[in-house]
């Protein structure tokens, strides 16, 4: 059964502050990377895919991927009170990209 | 926006009943998937869909069975509701035919079993 950790926190940041959020992955040749982001009462959204090593970014969020040591990071710059959610990693979970698996998520809180 | 609508989005019954939950797509997208979410364990894959009559079992399969006879629905059934059964479900599309597409969510059952 292939894995993805992440922290759950709570992670608290201050309001304009960067968030980093972390995830690794247990499967050397995964591909393809997503980042979801879900408010409470709500479904996922996603927000970031990242598929090659390096950094992306996308407004405010960088994702970055070391496939290396297997793990995929999310930066929020200029955190705000409206970023607050769980932020949700995933991985494929299957050889032919369609099946994912999801990390148990990190619950941001920004701090106004 | 990828049109995806889950009904319905509330359900409370009683142990021992059978519940079926839709959803359906307007975008003639090849793979659907069903989901549970619980506190502590996260998103898990109950079923899925690659095509119309072509489904496979996901992580948390047994006490599921789904449905899909037109690609716009994909259905999922208990046949004997239990309160372990007691979730948030989501129903989600994958986005592109090739290979490490995202998925995108519908809005949730929130299914309570007494």
């Known amino acids: 059964q292939k894995e993805v950790e992440q922290n759950s926190g709570p992670l608290s940041v201050p309001e304009g502050a960067i968030a980093s959020l972390n995830c690794t992955y247990s499967d050397r040749g995964s591909q393809s990377f997503f980042w979801y982001r879900q408010y409470s009462g709500k479904s996922p959204e996603l927000i970031m895919s990242?598929?090659?090593?390096g950094d992306k970014e996308d407004g405010r969020f960088t994702a970055q991927l070391n496939k290396a040591s297997q793990y995929v990071s999310l930066l929020i710059r200029d955190s705000q009170p409206s970023d607050s959610a769980t932020y949700l990693c995933?991985?494929?979970?299957?050889?032919?990209?369609?099946?994912?698996?999801f990390g148990p998520g990190t619950r941001l809180s920004v701090l106004p | 926006d990828a049109g995806i609508t889950q009904s319905p989005r509330h359900k409370v019954t009683e142990t021992g009943t059978p519940v079926t939950l839709r959803c359906h797509q307007t975008e003639n997208h090849r793979y659907m998937y069903w989901y549970r979410q619980d506190p502590g364990h996260g998103l898990r894959l109950i079923h899925y869909?690659?095509?119309?009559?072509?489904?496979d079992k996901g992580e948390v399969s047994d006490g599921y069975s789904v449905s899909r006879s037109k690609t716009e629905d994909f259905l999922l059934t208990l046949e004997s509701a239990t309160s372990s059964q007691t979730s948030v479900y989501f129903c989600a599309i994958g986005l592109g035919l090739g290979r490490n597409q995202p998925q995108h969510f519908g809005d949730g059952t929130r299914l309570s079993i007494l």
């Open positions: 990242i598929y090659s090593n």
């Open positions: 995933a991985v494929p979970s299957d050889n032919y990209g369609q099946n994912f698996v």
């Open positions: 869909s690659y095509g119309v009559k072509d489904t």
